[in-house]
């Protein structure tokens, strides 16, 4: 197995709903972003990894035109329902090479959608990000962190494939992020920005998760 496909995130997000337990961390992933965003006068943004169309909504009430996007069609077809009128969503694989030409778009963000996938192919999309922004443009994400293994560990048992980068029980697919791997992944950007953020449990307030925050300039 190299990473979760389609087939998982569809049986995700379809329990997801039927269970009435939308996957929405509220603003917690967007609102950091709204002030460079406007600082850099970005005015079109597409999402990677888009899941249910909450954070994609968000931008669009903002004033942003947004495109979004998704390997599941369980999860595009919820956003549509919803949010349809707001911005544009359509099920495609970041993966793969994206149907939009070079340097189509103001901004990429992507909300812990990009450590899904082993280091060879984390590559590919770190550098198609890098093709679809334009000069100036931004790069604004949220990825697992190096101190996310042991919390994630705790209730979700996994196997190693990679250095870093785990296979759960469920078939999820996870890589855990380094300082280091992250700069790296960065090289050809200007003035990148990485601040570790710890989320604590929305119920219990105990540590949770653990992200690292990115905003980088092309």
């Known amino acids: ?12 997000f379809r329990q997801r709903r039927e269970s009435g337990d ?9 609102r950091p972003f709204l002030a460079p965003l406007r600082e850099a006068g970005v005015r079109t943004i597409l999402e990677l990894g888009c899941g249910t169309g909450n954070d994609a909504a968000r931008l669009a009430s903002e004033g942003y035109s947004v495109t979004a996007i998704d390997l599941s069609a369980e999860a595009i077809g919820q956003a549509q329902a919803r949010f349809g009128w707001q ?14 030409p070079d340097g189509s778009f103001d901004a990429v963000m992507s909300n812990v959608a990009m450590h899904m996938f082993p280091d060879d192919v984390t590559r590919a999309v770190f550098a198609q990000v890098g093709r679809l922004v334009r000069a100036g443009g931004l790069f604004v994400f949220h990825v697992n962190s190096l101190e996310d293994r042991p919390l ?5 048992p996994a196997r190693e494939l990679e250095p870093d980068y785990v296979a759960e029980e469920s078939g999820q697919t996870v890589h855990f992020f380094s300082e280091a791997c992250l700069r790296e992944l960065l090289a050809g950007w200007q003035q990148v ?12 307030g105990e540590p949770f998760k653990h992200v690292w925050r990115g905003i980088a300039r092309r």
């Open 193 to 204: 920005q990485l601040v570790p953020v710890p989320v604590p449990h929305r119920k219990t």
């Open 87 to 100: 911005a544009r969503f359509l099920v495609a694989d970041m993966t793969q090479r994206l149907p939009f």
């Open 22 to 30: 939308d996957l929405d961390w509220a603003g917690l992933w967007t």
């Open 1 to 12: 197995m190299a990473y979760a496909g389609a087939e998982f995130w569809d049986r995700f």
């Open 152 to 156: 994630r560990a705790r209730r979700l």
